[in-house]
Structure formats: C-alpha cells, structure tokens
C-alpha cells in the first residue's frame, strides 16, 4: 500500500473529500408521485455542470416511462443531495490515520448480503467498485446489479464518515484553545483503532481480523420468490 499523509497524522490538515480515488457522491433516490415509485442509487461527478442533472431527469423519465411529474422530483432530488456535498468543500477534516467498520446489510433482487470488514481511509486509491467486483466473483453473484449496489452502499458509508471528520475538525479546533491533547478526543469518539496499516492491508484497502472471522464472514443468500414478496410487503409497510 503507497503511504498517503492525507490521513497520516493527525497535525495534518485536508480539506474534505470522500477516501476513495474519485470524488463522486452517492445519489439515492426514492420518489413517489399518485402511487407510482421511483427508486435508484448511482454516483454523480460533483465537478459536472448543472445543466446535466435536468438532462438526465429527463432521459431517466423517458427510458422508464414514468409520468413527465418525475422530471422535476429526480431533478430536485439529485440537485439537493449535490448542493449538500458542495456545502462541505472547501473545509478541513479531522485528520489520523485509522480504519472505520463498514457494513452491508441489502438485499438486492433475490440476493440478500451480509458483511463487515475495516476500510483504510488512509488509502485515497482505494475503489469501492473494483471491490464490489471482487466480492461478487468470489461468491458466485451474477446478478449485475448487486455489484453496483454494494459500491453504493460503501460509497454512502464512507461519505457520512467524510462529513464527521468536518464536525470533528470544528471540535479540534475550539477544543485547542482551552485544553491539551484535543487531537486524542475525536479519536476516542469515532472508535480510531491503533493498527499497523501497511502490515494489515498490504495494498488493499480492506481487512477481515482473522480472530473474528465468525463475524466478519460474508453471508449471501439467494432468496425465493415468495421471501422476495414477503420482504417486499414488509418493506412497503414501513415505508
């Protein structure tokens, strides 16, 4: 693994940007207009022009043939969450170098999923695309949409963590005028572990510990049709 001092120390200061090797932010959907659904993950280069979200509103609303209402809800929908993501750029992060837990609990189609393993976020070359492809092969998944789904879900992890360490860098700072040691405190609060990361994750960004291997072990189970409409009942019902 290529040491990144992004992340290094915690003296260092970045200014904010999700840990991985693109900058994307994760755009999730869920709109609803006169009992007519529309639901969708994908990532969104923040560095395109405007213009772009209403042009793919527009073509989504085609290819799906969903009612012309759906234009303006997709649009509106992608144009906040990127607004969001831009309000942070330009601020500084709490900087240290540590992994974070990630978790996969989705079900996509009739594949349920089940995961946890650590992810270095000291590794600004990491792909969460590239290991959802990984995953997939070794557990024999051919739906070509849990691949997607689950580089979604990492991305919307590591976004909330990117966002925390902004909160944590404001805290740094008022704590530094009053007290020592503030660099210990955000660490303490966000679970830092103190590993060896070059001799835990060798190239890769991602680490199972071989003691808890009966809970780190990923679980994939293919679902029946009637599972499927169970679940999807439930899933109504909560909504």
Known sequence: MKAHSAWGSSKNSIKFRIP??????????????DGQRFRDAFTWNPSDPDSEVV???????????????FVTQIAQSIQS????FRSYEGQDMYTGERVVPIKLDLR???????????WDLNNFESDPEEFARTFCKDMGIDDPEVGPAIAIAIREQLYEIAIQSVASAKESRMIKKGRKGFEHITASK????????????GKSSVIRKRKEWDVFEPMVDLLSNEEVDALEAREERNA
């Open 108 to 118: 996509v189609n009739h594949t349920l999923i089940k995961d946890q393993f650590y």
């Open 55 to 69: 042009v793919f509103a527009k073509r989504t609303v085609k290819d799906l043939k969903l009612p012309p209402a």
């Open 81 to 84: 969450q990127l607004t969001e």
């Open 20 to 33: 991985t090797s693109d900058n994307l932010v994760p755009i999730r959907l869920d709109i609803e207009i």
């Open 190 to 201: 966000t679970g830092g572990i103190a590993v060896d990361l070059v001799k835990s994750f």
